[in-house]
C-alpha cells in the first residue's frame, strides 16, 4: 500500500514476549524507593587494586557507577593501584619494602606511585566513563592542593620508622570537588596529597576514602575489593557476617577473627560511621554489580558495618 | 556470642536468589542507554479521561512518570476530562451536546468544567502523586495567564456553529512552566485557557498536549488513550501499526482506516511532529507501564508516528 | 494651520478641573509614607466566604489586592469556601453536619470541598485577578506538599468525635511559596493541606492564613469578614471595638461580649501575633476598599489587635 | 473595664468622614492603570535651573519622584545649573560669556561648573531625596567614565567658534548607570563627561537628558522647566499646545512660533522620539505636582510631543 | 628579500641591553609574594590635602592606587580638603573658624565643604584616575546614606562648644560600597555623612579612613600625609619611628614627644587597630612611591603601627 | 625608654637604598600599561620538553606563568614530553619509531605517553605551581571528554602510514576549560584526546596549543621551546628574526631558511593567527624571564609572527 507503513500483525501471540518486557517496567519501579532515597546524596565507592586488573570486572563495576550517577547519585571514586605500583617497581628493579602493610615510599618510589596512579589507573577509569559521555574527570589529591597531607609518622616497638612520602590527610578543601561534583562531573581520584612545602604522598586508599566520605558526611561509604566482607568462622564452618556494628567489629578484631588485611578496612568504616557517613560497606567488586544490588535492591550483600545506635 | 553481629551462613546455596538480583541489577543497567537518552529531555504526556476511571491503571501510570521524572525527565503531565464532566453535568441536570466530538460549552457547562477539571481531577492525579514527597504542581492553563486562547471559530455545513468556551490555544507563556520545571516539580496541567478578557475556556486535551510539546521542542509526546495504537484491517484481520510516517496517517484518513475518533489524535501529533517534536506516540494507558516499556526498554508499543524525512 | 497640531485654549478658566487633578497628585504622596513602611513585606489576606457571594464586593477587594502588590507589597491571597460547600452538598443530597462549628467532613464531603475549592472559587479569583494581565497563580494547599496535616482530634463533652478530613497544619514548605512570591506572583490559596499518607485535609481558613502569616512573618495578616469588627455593647448601646490588646480580647471571650463565630476569628490573630506577625485586623470585606483604606490611610478602620508589649 | 481596649463609638454617624477615606482609596485605585504601564519602566527627568532656586518646588518635585520610584518606576533625575553658574562666576569675578545660548567655558569656567553641578546642586538633590532613606546616589558623568564626550565643534557665520570644554556625547557606557538602577538606586546625574584624554566637558542639560533617554530606551523623557510648555499666540490669544507631532514642531519653529530658549528642548525631544522614546513632555516644575499628574491621571498637562506616526 | 620580515643582527652583543630588561622582570618576581599577600584585599588610602596642591606627587600617587588596583588589591581612596576649603572661604569672606583643629561650620561653611570636596577634589581624582579607563566612581558619604553620621559633641573646660556641621560616624551601610568594590570600580570617597533628618556633615578625613576600614576589615589603612611618619628627638637628633606599637604610642603621647597635628592621626592608626585592621601606616605622599615601596617591597617606609600583641 | 618602639636613626644617608626602593617601584609601573593590557585576556603557554628536564629553567618559567595569574592574566598552560617519553620506552625496552617526527604510537607507546605525561610531567608541574597556594590543577584532554580527536591520516609518497594512536582535535568543548578559569585555577593540560570509542591519542603539543588558542580566542600564544626563534643566516652571519608575517613565514620555508623542528611550530603559529589569535611568539624557555620580558616589557624578544594584515 504506503511504503512507509510499518505493520505488525496484532493477534495478542506475543504475550509471553510482553510479559518479559512489563518485568524489566516492573523492576525499574522495583528500584524507584530505592532511587528516592539516594537522590542528590553523595556515594564514595574505593575500588579497590584488584578490579583494576580485571578488565571484565572493572567494566561491569563502571557501568555501575554511570547508572548511579544518571539517577541522581553523586558518586566520589577513589582508587589506589597498589599491586600495579609493585609491578612496575620490579620492572624498574627498584626495592619493593613493605612496613607492616604499608609501603616504605622513597624518592623513587612515590614517582612510580604517581606515574602508576595518574598515568596508568586514573587515566584508564576515566576513559572507560567517557566512553559514555562527558562524565568523569581525573583529578589527583594535590590538584589545587586539595588534599593536605603530612608525613605520616609511624613507630614500631617503640622505635620511629620512616615510611617516607606516605601521608596522613590533614584537611581537604570541600570547594574544589564540590565545583566538579556540582557540575555535574563523576570525579575520579588518585589517593595522592601535598603538603605546603609541595611534597607529594601516597595515602591509604581506604583511609582517602573514609576521609573524603566523612568530609562530605557522604549517605554511603563502600570499598569495593576481592573478598566478599567480614568472615567468621563457627564449628569449622565459615560464615560472612552481613551486618555488624562498630561495638561488634571491635570484639571481632579482638578475637582475631577480622584478619590482617581486613584491619585497616573495617576501621576506616567505623572512622566514617563516627563521622557522619550513613552506612560503610565491605563489598566484593567481583560480583556482578554488587553495588547496585546493595543500593537499588533489598538484598543485602557484602557486609554493612552500622553505627553502635 | 556479640549480641549486635547478624550472622548468615555463607555457603553457596543461595545461589539462585543471587541470580535474581543480579538479573535485577541487570535490567536497571539495560535501561541506561535510555535513561542516557531522555536525561534532562522534556517528554509530555497526555492523560486521556479513561485512565481517571480506573483507580489500579492511575496508579500504575503515575509511577511510572515519577520513574521518569527521578531518572532526569523533565515530564508535564495534561489531563482533560470528558467523561467525568458529561456524569456530573448530567448529574446536574444540565443539557448534554456535542458537535462533531466537541463539547458545546455554554455558561453552566464551563463552570462545571472548571469545577471538574480542577476541583476534582488536577486535584487527585497530584495527591496521588504527592504521596510519594513534593513532586507534582497542579495548574490551570490560566494561572499567570500562561495559556493564552481564543474562541473556537467552527463551521459546519457553511454555517458557522457557537460551540460557547471552547478554545484554541494562541500563545504559551514559556517563562511560567519553566520556572516550575527548573524548581523540580512535575506540573500536571488542566486543559484551561483564558484570553485578555478573563474569559476562561476549555481546550481539547490532545490539542493542548501538542501545543506544549511544540512551544517546548518536547523530546517526545504521548497520548495516553484506552486503544493500543491506530489499527487497520487488511483482509478481515484488525492489525496494529506500530510506526507510521505523518503522510501515512494522511493516507489512512483518506482511506478511512483511521476512525473518528483516532482522528483528532493522529492530527495532534502530526502537527507536533512539524513543531519540532522528535517522536509522537499514541499509547494504551491499559495495558501496563505501556509508557515505561516504551521509553526504557527496545521494545516498540503501540504506535508511534514519525516526521516524513 | 498645520493638521496634527493639536491647540487648546489656555486662559485660566480651567482652574477647578487643575485643582482636581491637583488633589489626586496630593492623596498619592499621602500614600506615600505608608507605601514606603509596606514595600517589600508580606501582607496576608483571608478572603471570607461571603465575599465571594458578592459579586461586586469582590471585584472591589481584588482591586485592592492588585494595587497593593503594584505598590511593592507581597500579598498572599488565602479563601475558604463554607457557603459554596453547603451549597453544593445539599444540591448533591448529601448530609451537611456541624459538630462546634467545624464541618464532618467524610470521603463524600471532602470530595465536594475540593471542587469547591479548587474548581470554583480558586479557579474564579485566579481569572478575575488575571484580567489584569499575568498577576495571580492559583493553588492548592497540597501542592509541592506545601502545607503539611494530620487530622485534627476533637473532643466534647471528654468524647472524643471523628470530624474526618478536617486538618490541622503540622509544617509548611516555605520554598514553594517563595519561588511563587519571588517570581513576583500573587498566590491565591485553597486551604487544602495533605498528609504523608496522601490523604487531603479541609483546614479553617481563619486558622490557615495565620500559620502561613505567621510561617512567613508577615507584617500584616487581615481577615476579611462580613462584619465590621469585634463589638461590644455598654448600656444597650453596640460599640466597635477599634483597637485592643491580646489579652482584652481574652476578657471580652471569658465575658462572653465575643461571640462564637468571632473566637476563632480572634484566636486567629492572637496565634498570629504571638508568632511574629505585626499586626492582626478584621475588616469588613464588604465596606468599600477597606483594606486600602487600612493599608495607606491614617484612619483605623475595623478591629486591630495588638501584641500585648 | 479592662484598661487596654480602646473603644470608639460606632454609630454609622461618621459617614461623612469615611467618604473622605473611601475617595483616598478610589483615587489610589484610579492610579493603578498608570502604575501597571510604568511598571519597570525607565523615566527620565530633567530638573530645569529655575526649580533648584525655589526650595517649595523642588521639594515637591522631589516627592514626585519618589512615588513614581516607589510605584516600580527606574527614575533617571538629570540636572544641569546654569543660573547658579553664572552666579558662581560673578561672585568669583570671572568674565561669563554666551554664544547662542551657550556658556563659552575656558578652564577657570569649567571648574566652577564643576563645583557647582557636583558639590552644590547635585549635593542638595541627593541630600534631600535620601532624607527619605536609601534613596538616591549622586553621579558625575565622568564616574566610571560612563559619558564619553567629545569638543562641541560650532560654526557661526562660517567661522568656527571656541566654546572651551563644551562637550557633546559620543557615547554612553549603559553598564554602571544600569547597575545602580538594578540596586534600587535612583540616580542624580550632574551633566558632565569626559574624552580618553581626562578633560572634563559640560553638556547642555536637555541634550544630556534626550541621549540617556535614547541609550536606555526610556518610555518617556520629561524635561521640567519654568514655562507651561509650547505656546502660540492666535489672534492675540496666548494658547498652550497640548499635543504635538515632531513635523509640528518643525513647522511651529519656521514660523517663528517657537521662540529661542524653548527651540534646544524642542529639539531634545524630538531626538528622544526618533530614538526610541515613547513620549516627550515639556512639564512646569512650578505647577505642583505636574509630574505626578502627567504619569498617574488622564489629564495632559504640558506640552507632549509624539512621532509622527 | 622579503619587505615585511624585519630582522635584527642576533651576536650577543646586546647582552647589555638584555640585563637591564631580565632585572626588570626580577624585579616583577620580587612583587609577587607582596602581590600574593594583597590578593583580594582591602587597603584603605586617606589622601591628605597637601597630595592635592602639588600636581606631580598627586599623579604619582594616582599611579600608584591604579597599580594597586590591576594586581587584585581592593583600593578604597578617602579625601577630606581642609586647606582648599580654607582658602574658598578666605575667598568668599566667610570667617575661617577653627576649635582644637576642628573647624567650626556652620551653614555657609558646610555649602562651602560640599563645593570644594564634591566639586573640586573628588571631581579632581577621579578625572585623574579614569584617564586610565573605567576606573573610578566618585562617591559622597550621603550618596545611598551609606556613612550615617550624629553631631559631634564637643566640650572644652567643661563646655559645650557648637562645632556646628562636624560629625561623627554612627553606622555605615557596607552593602552600597560593597557593590562598588565587587563591580571592580575604585571608589574614592569624600569625607561626608548624614543624619536621618538629611543634614550633611562634614568628618575628620582620619577618622573616616578609620572607620572604613574597620567596618571592612581591611587588610592596610595607610594615611598618606606631607610628613615622614611619627618623629622623636634624641640628643637633639631627630629621628624617625619606623615601627611602634599601640602601647608605644600612647606613652608618646603622653611624654609630649607626638605633637598636636599628629594626634588625631595616630589615634585614628591605633582604633583601626582595635577594629581589626592588621596594619596601619602613615606615610609622606611627597616621597615618589612611599605606597608601592611599602606594600610591594620588604622596605619599611614611614611609620607602621602594629597591635600590642 | 619603651621597649617596643622601634627606633631608626633619620639623617638622610640612606639616600642609596632609597633609590634602589623607588626604582623597583618604577619597574612595578612601568609594566602597568602591560598589565592593563592583558587584565582578564588569555594567554595560552605550551611548556617545551627541553624545559622539563632543566629543573632551574623550569622554576623560573613557573614563577613566570603565577606572575601572570595574579596580575589577572587567564594562563592556560599546555605541555607534552617527548625527550621523556622516549627515554621511558627505551627503559622498557619499546621500539621507538618516528614518522617525519611524528611518533608512531601503538598501543604498547600509547601507555607509555600516558604514563609520563599524565603521572610523571602534569604531575610534576602542578606540584610546583602549587607550591604558592591553591593555583594548578591538572588536566588531561580526556577529562569530560574536552578534547575530541580523530586518528590521524598521514600519507607518504602516496601511501597511507598508520602512526597508531596519533590523534588530530576536531573538537574542544569550552565549557570545562571555562570552568576551570572562571574557578580562578591555572588549567596544566597534557596533550591526550579521546574519540567517542574512548580510543586516547597523543597529539602534538604545538598543535595543541594552538588549537586550544584558537579556540579560546587567546590574546597570545606562546611556544616556549629551547632556540631563540627564527634565525635566518645572511651571508655566513646568523641573525634572529624578531617579528615576521604569516606571509613572510610562508617564504622562509618555501627558501628553507625555516628549518624541519621549526616548521610545524611556525606552522600552528600561523594557524592561531588566522582564527583570531591576536599574537603568537617562538621563545626560549631557557633565557630567563623570557615570557615576562615578552608581555611585561617592552623589549620584543625571540620572533613574535603576526597576521599579514
Redesign the interface.
Known amino acids: 500500500?504506503?511504503n512507509?507503513?510499518?505493520?505488525?500483525?496484532?493477534?495478542g501471540k506475543e504475550k509471553a514476549?510482553d510479559d518479559i518486557?512489563?518485568?524489566?517496567?516492573?523492576?525499574?519501579?522495583?528500584?524507584?524507593p530505592y532511587?528516592?532515597q539516594y537522590?542528590n546524596e553523595i556515594v564514595v565507592v574505593k575500588l579497590g587494586g584488584a578490579i583494576m586488573e580485571d578488565y571484565k570486572s572493572l567494566m561491569k563495576v563502571l557501568?555501575?557507577l554511570?547508572?548511579m550517577k544518571?539517577?541522581?547519585i553523586k558518586v566520589i571514586a577513589v582508587h589506589g593501584g597498589g599491586k600495579q605500583i609493585t609491578k612496575l617497581m620490579e620492572?624498574?628493579n627498584i626495592k619493593v619494602e613493605f612496613c607492616d602493610g604499608m609501603r616504605v615510599t622513597n624518592n623513587e618510589a612515590i614517582?612510580i606511585v604517581?606515574?602508576?596512579?595518574?598515568?596508568?589507573i586514573?587515566?584508564k577509569i576515566?576513559?572507560?566513563l567517557?566512553?559514555?559521555?562527558?562524565?568523569?574527570?581525573?583529578i589527583?589529591g594535590?590538584?589545587?592542593?586539595?588534599v593536605i597531607c603530612r608525613k605520616k609518622t609511624y613507630k614500631k616497638d617503640g622505635k620511629e620508622i620512616d615510611l617516607g612520602y606516605v601521608g596522613e590527610i590533614v584537611d581537604i578543601?570541600k570547594d574544589?570537588l564540590l565545583?566538579i561534583l556540582n557540575?555535574d562531573?563523576l570525579p575520579v581520584i588518585a589517593t595522592?596529597g601535598?603538603d605546603?612545602?609541595?611534597n607529594?604522598y601516597n595515602v591509604n586508599a581506604d583511609t582517602f576514602a573514609c576521609d573524603i566520605a566523612s568530609k562530605f558526611s557522604a549517605k554511603k561509604m563502600v570499598l569495593l575489593t576481592d573478598v566478599?566482607g567480614i568472615?567468621?568462622t563457627?564449628k569449622t564452618?565459615?560464615?560472612?557476617?552481613?551486618?555488624?556494628?562498630a561495638?561488634?567489629c571491635n570484639?571481632?578484631i579482638k578475637n582475631k577473627d577480622i584478619s590482617k588485611g581486613m584491619i585497616p578496612k573495617v576501621n576506616a568504616c567505623i572512622s566514617a560511621l563516627k563521622n557522619g557517613v550513613e552506612r560503610a560497606h565491605i563489598l566484593n567488586g567481583n560480583s556482578?554489580?554488587s553495588i547496585?544490588?546493595e543500593i537499588?535492591?533489598d538484598?543485602g550483600?557484602g557486609t554493612m558495618i552500622v553505627d553502635?545506635n
Chains 1, 2, 3, 4, 5, 6 share one sequence.
Not at 518486557?21 to 524507584?32: H, I, M, P, S
Not at 567517557?130 to 581525573?138: P, W
Not at 594535590?142 to 586539595?146: H, S
Open positions: 500500500m504506503m512507509k507503513v510499518v505493520i505488525e500483525y496484532y493477534n514476549l518486557y512489563a518485568n524489566k517496567a516492573q523492576v525499574l519501579l522495583e528500584a524507584l532511587i528516592k537522590f557501568d555501575d554511570i547508572l544518571y539517577v541522581g620492572e624498574k614517582d604517581k606515574m602508576v596512579l595518574l598515568g596508568e586514573n587515566s576515566v576513559s572507560l567517557n566512553k559514555h559521555g562527558k562524565i568523569a574527570v581525573g589527583s594535590n590538584d589545587a592542593n586539595f578543601n574544589f565545583k557540575s562531573y595522592l601535598s605546603s612545602k609541595g607529594i566478599d568472615k567468621v563457627e564452618k565459615e560464615k560472612l557476617v552481613s551486618r555488624i556494628s561495638k561488634g570484639e571481632l556482578e554489580h547496585l544490588i537499588f535492591t538484598k550483600i553502635d
